[in-house]
């Protein structure tokens, strides 16, 4: 993996590769979460602090297997095989070996509408299947999407009951410069946040180079994100005493713009 820019998202598979729909993903899960983490953990060091976080949590995380990914053109042929061993030794050394079925990974997509065999494949759709869409089961990808676009490929019907979990890390504006993403760019186009929405969102960016600014602020979200989610919406209490400040009140008889701060219009709000 390489260093984040981007916190992570929620990449629902109905929405990016079956025409199907499916309940939107919970967030955040409530409960144990049934879960498979998909690594290619001996790229780096930092699967490995993911899994260990993931080992302390068996309340959290109701570990169903674990697949050993590989790592592009940095690991090779060998590199599914090396993941597969650091993901073995972090299991002996946590006191869990045997505990978890460990399978090994997909190499990457060769054709986009041909998924490739592989007993990482087969396992995501045995435990997709044994799930429901009121309890989905989670596919975690700390590495590169291909397991998640092949089983999804293979058998399009767990895109119901499935939610694949990958962090879209990113030096977002300037180029999508993601290490996961491009060591399989045929299974990353799978999962397009939002569809053809997602892609026209992204391109109107280009229409000016204020738009793709890492300044650019996007105000006019907070209205909807607020109503979407109010938790995202604070009071704004930075006046003197903690008090919340007023609203604002437009003048419709004066100059268009003007505003005071009149009592009894409600408490502003401020994105988080």
């Not at 790229?43 to 570990?63: M, S, T």
């Not at 490929?153 to 180029?175: C, M, N, S, Y």
């Not at 045929?186 to 960016?205: D, S, T, V």
């Not at 701060?261 to 709000?269: E, F």
Request: contains cysteine; aromatic residues 8%.
């Amino acid at each position: 993996m390489r260093r984040a820019f981007l916190p992570a998202w929620i990449a629902c598979a109905a929405a990016a590769l079956a025409a199907a729909t499916r309940p939107a993903a919970p967030w955040p899960p409530a409960g144990p979460v049934r879960v498979i983490l998909d690594a290619d953990a001996a790229n780096e060091v930092d699967d490995q602090f993911a899994l260990a976080l993931a080992f302390g949590f068996p309340e959290r995380f109701r570990i169903e297997g674990l697949v050993a990914a590989h790592f592009g053109d940095a690991g090779g042929a060998g590199g599914i095989s090396k993941s597969q061993a650091e993901i073995e030794r972090l299991l002996a050394l946590a006191g869990l070996s045997g505990k978890f079925p460990v399978k090994r990974g997909t190499d990457p997509l060769q054709y986009r509408d041909r998924p490739p065999s592989s007993e990482s494949v087969d396992f995501i759709i045995e435990r997709a299947r044994a799930a429901s869409p009121e309890d989905p089961l989670w596919l975690v990808l700390l590495g590169p999407a291909t397991d998640a676009a092949a089983a999804l490929l293979k058998e399009p019907a767990i895109a119901d009951r499935l939610v694949v979990f990958w962090h879209g890390r990113t030096q977002w504006p300037l180029r999508c410069w993601n290490f996961n993403a491009y060591n399989d760019t045929r299974a990353a186009r799978r999962f397009a946040p939002l569809g053809p929405l997602g892609n026209y969102l992204h391109q109107i960016r280009s229409r000016d180079p204020r738009f793709a600014s890492p300044r650019k602020g996007f105000f006019d979200l907070g209205d909807t994100a607020a109503i979407a989610d109010p938790s995202c919406a604070l009071g704004d209490r930075r006046s003197s005493g903690g008090r919340s400040r007023p609203a604002l009140r437009l003048h419709a008889q004066e100059r268009p713009g003007r505003k005071d701060l009149p009592r009894g219009n409600g408490a502003c709000l401020r994105p988080a």
